[in-house]
């Protein structure tokens, strides 16, 4: 019960630098990226494991779909990292006048495991033995994505070769090189790397989207102090500030660990810098609110916003009900009803959830009851968690005859029972002599995989315990 509902955590962080950028023509300064809609784009690379399990992936969606899904799976020419075995095998396909792509055959070579020296040889040898091919861009992308896969940590030697590489070729890096580069070294875990690589490549130009996609990696793997140096220090080498993007992941990561007085210090950096904060930034402050169990500070909150002029949107009511509903300020939770429905947001699971755990644990559970009919009447169908809130309340008040009505509807519905829920069910069942079925309730959570074994047998244990 002391958890946020799934709806109120469902809603994903708008890092759509994750996704494939939109033209630059749609997008806008300091404005959220537009829904993606393009198809995303195809790896230049993939280890051989990763091609393996892609493969399996593809065959598995051919078998769901009784074959009708037809996705070639690339040729892999090479099975020996080996330069001379590779380039034996070019040759044979040269002199056979066969129609093999000089990038496939590229491509094949990496993923053998060849080295990013190997490879470049190999390049070279492609060159000679096809006179017709041209290397372009994304020739240089298939070596430059490799040598960023390397295990090597530390040392970005060889991208730095590659990169002026491209350069003497004719094709300077762009921002689809620098992105490439980034993803392929945070793919390896490779965050510091990549961090000096846009610090020490002064011809790499990363645009917002892998700006702010390599600082969420280094918010989630590295020292807060660390990623604030990185940003200052990318700021004064190649003079690109964070926008409001990059203050939205600062946040969010702080709020997960619950530093809100640097989550507030970084809200009030934001507006100092001209960027409105949005309605984003300030759900996770409340939920963070939430999760310290300061619950009365989420109305703070929500004022603010207001003030500010920023619109509440469906999650920062829901976690505004759940806030004030965990606080005991039933009364007030449920006025937001009416304002949810007059901003045009109608309940859902996660605002009756919340009210009905409130009310469940301030002693009200005819009350609940209620609302879980009003729910069902409005068309807004109960979960498994709403029916683990309302059974824990009705044992904790001593209405067991409304809990077995209830656990059976759970039990009909295969629903699971929560850990909390399950121990105060057994515990009252036992405290009333109903031995025989809490052996039942002790079945049904093996069976429905609800916990584990070891966590049902010691619940069950030291209820019965508790009768003598």
Same mark, same amino acid.
């Given at each position: ?46 280890s051989p494991a990763k091609q393996k399990k892609a ?75 096809f006179p017709s091919f041209s290397p372009t861009r ?61 610090? =020490?490549?002064?011809?790499?130009? %990363? &645009?917002?989207? #892998? +700006? !702010?996609? /390599?600082?969420?990696? $280094?918010? @989630? ?84 916003? =207001?003030?500010?002029?920023?619109? %509440? &949107?469906?999650? #920062? +009511? !829901?976690? /505004?009900?759940?806030? $004030?509903? @965990? ?19 109608f309940p859902d699971i996660a605002t009756y959830t ?71 069910? /057994? ?42």
């Amino acid at each position: 019960m002391g958890k946020l509902p799934p709806s109120m955590r469902s809603a994903p962080l708008p890092l759509s630098f994750f996704k494939p950028r939109p033209s630059p023509s749609t997008q806008t300064p300091n404005s959220s990226p537009a829904p993606e809609t393009r198809k995303p784009r195809t790896p230049l690379y993939k280890s051989p494991a990763k091609q393996k399990k892609a493969t399996k992936k593809i065959e598995s969606g051919k078998a769901a779909a009784g074959g009708a899904i037809s996705v070639p799976s690339p040729p892999q020419f090479f099975h020996s990292p080996a330069l001379s075995e590779a380039t034996a095998i070019v040759d044979s396909i040269a002199d056979s006048s066969s129609s093999a792509d000089p990038h496939s055959l590229l491509h094949s070579f990496c993923n053998a495991g060849a080295s990013p020296t190997d490879s470049l040889a190999l390049l070279r040898h492609l060159s000679l033995r096809f006179p017709s091919f041209s290397p372009t861009r994304s020739t240089y992308h298939i070596l430059l994505v490799h040598s960023c896969l390397q295990p090597t940590i530390g040392d970005i030697s060889p991208i730095l070769t590659f990169l002026d590489l491209m350069s003497s070729s004719g094709f300077p890096p762009d921002s689809s090189s620098t992105d490439l580069a980034i993803r392929a070294l945070c793919s390896a875990s490779r965050e510091d790397d990549a961090a000096e690589l846009l610090l =020490r490549g002064l011809s790499l130009h %990363p &645009d917002p989207f #892998t +700006y !702010n996609f /390599l600082v969420g990696r $280094l918010a @989630k793997t590295r020292s807060l102090s660390a990623v604030y140096s990185f940003i200052d220090e990318l700021r004064n080498v190649a003079g690109i500030h964070p926008d409001r993007i990059t203050y939205t992941i600062l946040i969010d990561s702080v709020c997960r660990c619950r530093n809100l007085r640097e989550a507030t210090r970084l809200l009030g950096v934001l507006k100092h810098s001209g960027i409105k904060p949005d309605c984003y930034l300030y759900n996770n402050i409340m939920k963070a609110y939430c999760m310290l169990d300061q619950c009365g500070e989420v109305m703070e909150v929500y004022n603010k916003m =207001r003030d500010e002029g920023i619109e %509440p &949107d469906l999650v #920062t +009511y !829901n976690t /505004l009900i759940y806030g $004030l509903s @965990k606080a005991g300020m039933i009364d007030q939770a449920k006025k937001f009803l009416n304002v949810m429905a007059n901003s045009g947001y109608f309940p859902d699971i996660a605002t009756y959830t919340s009210l009905i755990s409130g009310m469940c644990r301030k002693g009200d559970t005819l009350g609940a009851l209620r609302l879980l009919g009003e729910m069902e009447e409005r068309g807004c169908s109960p979960n498994e968690f709403t029916y683990n809130a309302l059974l824990m309340g009705l044992c904790k008040a001593g209405r067991l005859d409304k809990g077995m009505e209830l656990y059976k509807v759970m039990t009909n519905g295969g629903m699971k029972l929560e850990s909390p829920t399950y121990a105060t069910f /057994l515990r009252t069942l036992c405290r009333t002599n109903k031995i025989a079925e809490a052996y039942e309730v002790f079945d049904y959570a093996r069976e429905s995989k609800s916990l584990t074994d070891e966590v049902a047998y010691s619940t069950l244990e030291s209820s019965l315990k508790r009768i003598k």
